[in-house]
């Protein structure tokens, strides 16, 4: 580290001097001291002494040295001694001096920070740069004896260097900070850096660098100690995707112009584009495949000033399509890019895919024989089942024209070597530990422990009482007048779990882990009236739909960035793996059936994939899709509690710190170079002279 500063006051520019640097000018002593030394002359024969006479009266003198003369070498190199030595001593210049015992630096680092800039010598930068540079010439103004921490304010608040005094190592850890494509959170940072200044004595002091476009403007709310907000880059029109959502839906086989065609899959994009600047704008939505460059659609549109737009974007997938990436893009790209482009991904087929499995026996004609599961049509399966309550459940799950159900037996589930992992499960007659694929529905299971809830004995024909009619699977619906045979008594791990009971006890509840929605009946539908009810249809409507939105989006939907990112995954999954947007390897727990990555800083495709007996690996998007962070005007903020509280521009503040080093050896190297010419020149007086006297 270099030597500790020398400084004038704080009133105006300081100078800056490291005292280790002026030790050269003690060389000036002995360069005068050259000066001033007597000449030894040699004896020469002259025709006359006259033109000699001073140095006839030196050689008289008896004292060793003579007169200073003022001469331009000794000027020159005396000038060049103390410019080399100015230089040596690293001199600079700063327009202010950060005031406070211990000083917080808050980098906004949210997505707004990304956008483009210009700094203050006109070349293209981004707001997050000059915020940088800002920082390193606020710690160029610290006072001796002050330290500083640096906390960057994305999503959540971010350490970066904690109170220290070294500028180096301050300095290197602003250089680490980068925007995030995430929507910031100001008011976490600045109540982190209040908490760790408020246990230090002295002046303290936080200062916010940041470009004013802030989704909460009231972060400063309640702020105790004093803060300096420094705004950085100046408001630009900007247009951004603020949401998007994909879907599989139906179209014509022959077209929009032909309506009588027969409907064929077709994927379909709702995007909304904002308009968030004053002038209208001509843009070009496309949207294309992941590592492809064909568009798939595209649409030519005039968003207005102010205007939020809807577009529907959509293509014809093909098998191979399925679970494949999608892009959306702005063209032509504005000064914040990373709102211009959207992610997204095809869905699984436009038909859920249902296995109804049933424990023991055979399947009969219609169901396949062992290991050949069947299809099964409107009218449920052709063949006698081991449950009676099966071919109520097949005609139900059938009568969604929006599914795929196949029968098979329990085995067959199993032992399914490419079941699709977003499967809607129905167990009729047993309850095993392992279940493959998405959401699941058991009925009728056997005594015994069934997914943390403990099947009991049966009670013969209990009196339903009540429903939990606040629960999705049970909404629209009632069960007035059903009546049960029989029913298993059920008893959850915790009373919330509790979906329907009897004057006898409970005889449905919530199984559900965190990876998947499970339902348990502990009855045989089949030995019930309840499947000659509409609200038999509609419970296992609500059961379809849910399992329907959570393969299209996932158990916690779409994912955002700066959100933690759960990813359902089998229970039998090993050696998880995650790779970021730009092939990075992300940290991945693994909890209860869920691949939890803490952070998604960067928008973009997520991939997830696993070891194990079910193998496989799962795309997901995440977006930024913030109004809030692509507004690039600034918003007020809004500051109450007991501290102080001042805005400014960067503008306005003064170059806090410049090195003259360079430019004193360049002056200093520039007087040598004139001495040595100085010397070297040949005088045309004297030349003359010594012609006429040849």
Known sequence: MAAPLAQASAGSPLSLLAPSGLWLLALLGPLVLLYILKIKRSRRRVPSTWLWAAAQRDLMA?????????????????????????????????????????????????????????????????????????????????????????????????????????LVRLRAAIDTVA??????????????AADRLRQLGGARRIVVITDGNLARPDALRGVSLPVEVITVGTPVDNAAIVRVDVRSGSGPAGGADDPR????????????????????????????????????????????????????LTFRPSP?????????????????????????????????????????????????????PGLVGPGGPAGATSSSGSPWLARALASDPMTSVTAGSLADLLGAPALDPDTFVVIDGACPPDVPGGDLLIVNPPPGRCFGTVVGPAIERPTLTSWDTADPRLRFLTLDGVHLRAASSLEPDAATRALIRAQEGTVATDISTASRTGTLLGFDVGESDWPLKASFVLFVRNLLEQARAHRAHGVTGPARTGEPLRVSVPATARDLEAIGPAGERLEVAQRAGLAVIAETPRAGFYRISWQGPQAGSVLVPANLTSVAESDLTPRPLVAEGGGEVAVSSAEGQPDAHTEWTWLLALAALAFVVFDVWYFTRVPRRQQGHDGAAA
Not at 68 to 87: D, F, H, K, N, S
Not at 324 to 332: D, R, T
Not at 334 to 356: E, I, N, Q, T
């Open 62 to 166: 008896r004292a060793p040295f003579r007169r200073l003369i003022a001469q331009l070498p000794l000027v020159l190199q005396a000038l060049a001694l103390a410019l080399l030595a100015l230089a040596l001593a690293r001199p600079a210049s700063r327009g202010r001096a950060l005031t406070g015992d211990h000083v917080a630096i808050i980098l906004d680092a949210s997505a707004s920070m990304s956008a483009a800039a210009l700094s203050p010598s006109g070349e293209a930068t981004t707001r997050i740069e000059l915020g940088k540079q800002l920082a390193r010439d606020l710690l160029s103004g610290l006072t001796p004896g002050s330290d500083a921490l640096v906390l960057e304010a994305g999503r959540d608040a971010r350490l970066v260097a904690a109170l220290d005094r070294d």
């Open 179 to 192: 925007a995030r494509d995430v929507e910031g959170d100001l008011g976490a940072a600045v109540a982190l």
């Open 261 to 312: 065609a027969e409907a064929r899959e077709e994927v379909q994009a709702f995007l909304v584009v904002a308009n968030l600047g004053a002038q209208p704008r001509d843009l070009y939505v496309t949207m294309r495949q992941d590592n492809a460059s064909d568009v798939l659609s595209s649409r030519r549109v005039l968003v207005k000033p102010g205007e939020r737009l809807p577009v529907v």
């Open 320 to 372: 191979g399509d399925y679970r494949k990436g999608l892009l959306f893009e702005l063209s032509p790209r504005d000064a914040m890019p990373v709102d211009d482009v959207a992610y997204g991904r095809v869905p699984a087929g436009d038909k859920l895919p249902v296995f109804l499995a049933s424990a023991g026996g055979e399947p009969g004609p219609g169901q396949g024989g062992p290991g050949q």
